[in-house]
């Protein structure tokens, strides 16, 4: 099993385990790799660090949000080459957070200013720099994960990624409410070469999401699209390894096969992030 999208200790918010534990929970839980993902901090040194030594591939990357001034080349030139393999767009900073009310760091910090980022069509002006960013992604041959932006973000930003030679590109769990995404939208997306996700954290945490909702959005974007992902280490959602496995559990109740859920959990992912 590869989970490629896990949030770890140390965090703004809490979070049940630290990396060590989680690493650790993985390999005992006979999992191959995982990626850390931390909306306000790069993951790719600590990655680097927990997975010294470990059974477990750990791979980091980082999200494009207020800390490092948002949709920005540097930024991501110092992630990947630093060995990152994932470059999430906006996520807790962009507009579609905001708008949907979903927590952000400026909102838990007094004194921080008000800031969200976008992309074209929604702001024009970030055209340079994300096209920049594409480019950077395909010579590092990393992931493009598209955050939180919302629908019509994605329809600019994959053809501008696939011009670019990206070969990597992640529907951030799309039917999440943010960016709310259909499965038909998404079908669209990965008929194009995109993979999307599903992750347990919906499961559990979405108002309005369940198992019959998730397994209907798969079966319409094809399980040989699909990615599943926990998302988890929230104090309020099981642990890493057992989030996971709950989610497959769940969506195969639902009549999905439980092989082929089993490759979106593992062999999918692992090809996706791990470099050829």
């Known amino acids: 099993m590869f989970d490629l999208h896990v949030h770890a200790a140390p965090d703004i918010v809490g979070r049940r385990l630290d990396d060590a534990e989680t690493v650790a929970a993985y390999k ?9 993902k ?9 990655a680097a660090a927990v997975g010294r030594g470990s059974p477990v591939q750990v791979f980091g990357g980082i999200a494009l949000n207020q800390h490092v001034g948002g949709v920005n080349p ?14 999430w767009f ?5 507009h579609t957070q905001r708008s949907a009310g979903l927590p952000r760091l400026c909102g838990t ?13 929604v702001d024009p002006s970030a055209e340079a720099a994300a096209r920049d960013i594409c480019r950077r992604i395909a010579e590092a041959d990393a992931v493009l994960a598209t955050g939180h932006i919302s629908t019509a973000e994605v ?31 998404a079908a669209e997306f990965t008929a194009a070469g995109a993979l999307a996700e599903i992750t ?15 397994a209907a959005f798969a079966r319409e974007v094809g399980l040989a699209n699909v990615v599943l992902s926990s ?31 089993r490759a979106c959990a593992n062999g999918i992912p692992a090809d996706l992030v791990v470099p050829s």
Do not use: N
């Open 109 to 121: 910090r007094p004194g921080l200013a008000e800031r969200t980022y976008a992309l074209p069509p």
């Open 200 to 214: 347990t954290f919906k499961l559990l945490h979405q108002p309005g999401c369940d198992a019959a909702h998730l």
């Open 155 to 185: 329809a600019w930003l994959l053809p501008v990624a696939r011009e670019y030679g990206v070969r990597r590109i992640l529907l951030t769990h799309p039917s999440y409410t943010v960016p709310g995404m259909s499965a038909r939208e």
């Open 231 to 261: 998302d988890a280490v929230q104090p309020d959602s099981p642990p890493a390894p057992e989030a996971l496995h709950l989610l497959i559990d769940a969506l195969a109740a639902e009549g999905l096969d439980r092989a082929a859920l």
């Open 90 to 94: 906006p996520t807790a900073d962009s």
């Open 74 to 87: 540097t930024a991501v030139a110092a992630a990947l080459a630093s060995g990152g393999r994932v470059v």
């Open 38 to 46: 931390a909306h306000y901090e790069s993951t790719v040194g600590r």
């Open 28 to 36: 005992a839980s006979g999992f191959t790799g995982c990626v850390l």
